[in-house]
């Protein structure tokens, strides 16, 4: 069985791109996308602008997925035009590419480490740092861990997190967080004020708000979920914690189309060059990746996760605050 670098090694050849299919996928992806909002905006009956509306929730998922691989150097690299309705897209789906990437790459290099910054990843806090924490500090990690935050993830976590944080914290660095939130509520007030309020709605914020939720809950149960491993910084290491530390969510075909393979999660954080349509490949062809920790979309396991909150480093496992005695 490979291991260390020698498994890492064995995922090169999944990571070349086959540029049609990238092209293919992107393009195709982008035209549903506009597409479902048209509908969303002028078909003739309310039944179906709410479907179409619904549906470019999901398509947003998958556009993001792909943006991200973009972001990542896995796909559509050294081609000008992708290069500029990348940028676009960033802009519209609330996360810039000088923040996006930024974060993410620090995700990618500290995943699951104990004691490093929470950048482009939910805070982890140990039970004996909790119990030690201030009653202020406790309900800040609280809050940022709850339900209601993820499932606001329009709000918390692209709106404030990604552009208005960014923006304020470096304005000169993320200038373009600060393009993304103008451009936002600009469109927002011009689809109110020339095709009303409905328009507004089905066209921009129900699938703003559909796709962040979803995304901000994968986020999240990727890396909070029963079984999980966190490591101090001094006995973390890359390959371990992809395999330990990075979930495979098990997903019906619709959900896996609409989150473009991101649930084959431990694969691409062990590579994250491959492009997300070689990921299911890499995984049948390498059996080191056939038996990964898993979660779901299924109701049992999303409360599963959501009751995660600390890590206890006796049980090496993460506990909820059941039993937890709080002075």
Not at 1 to 28: C, H, N
Not at 81 to 87: N, W
Not at 157 to 184: E, Q
């Amino acid at each position: 069985m490979l291991q260390g670098k020698d498994l890492i090694i064995a995922t090169k050849p999944f990571g070349k791109e086959k540029r049609f299919l990238s092209i293919y996928y992107t393009y195709s992806s982008l035209l549903l996308l506009v597409g479902s909002l048209i509908s969303a905006a002028i078909a003739p009956w309310l039944i179906v602008r709410m479907l179409s509306s619904i549906f470019a929730g999901f398509v947003f998922i998958r556009v993001f997925v792909i943006y991200h691989d973009y972001q990542h150097k896995a796909i559509l690299q050294k081609d000008i035009f992708s290069k500029f309705i990348m940028y676009i897209y960033g802009l519209y789906s609330l996360a810039p590419a000088s923040i996006w990437k930024r974060s993410h790459d620090y995700h990618h290099k500290h995943n699951s480490k104990l004691f490093s910054a929470s950048i482009g990843s939910y805070p982890i806090m140990t039970k004996q740092k909790f119990l030690n924490s201030s009653p202020k500090e406790r309900r800040e990690y609280l809050i940022s861990r709850h339900p209601i935050t993820i499932m606001l993830g329009f709000f918390s976590m692209f709106l404030i997190g990604m552009c208005y944080n960014s923006f304020t914290s470096n304005p000169r660095k993320h200038f373009d967080s600060l393009i993304a939130l103008v451009l936002h509520v600009g469109v927002a007030v011009l689809l109110v004020v020339y095709f009303g309020w409905l328009t507004w709605f089905l066209v921009w914020f129900l699938p703003f708000l559909i796709a962040h939720a979803i995304g901000a809950y994968l986020f999240y149960a990727q890396h909070n979920f029963p079984n999980v491993t966190f490591r101090d910084n001094t006995e973390w290491a890359y390959e371990t914690a992809a395999l330990a530390s990075s979930s495979f969510m098990k997903m019906n075909r619709f959900m896996r189309w609409s989150t473009a393979n991101i649930g084959f999660h431990h694969v691409h954080h062990l590579n994250s060059r491959i492009p997300f349509y070689r990921l299911p490949e890499a995984m049948a062809g390498l059996p080191e990746l056939q038996h990964p920790k898993t979660t779901s979309f299924k109701v049992k396991d999303i409360i599963a996760c959501f009751k995660l909150k600390l890590w206890d480093p006796e049980k090496q496992q993460m506990i909820g605050l059941d039993g937890l005695q709080i002075a």
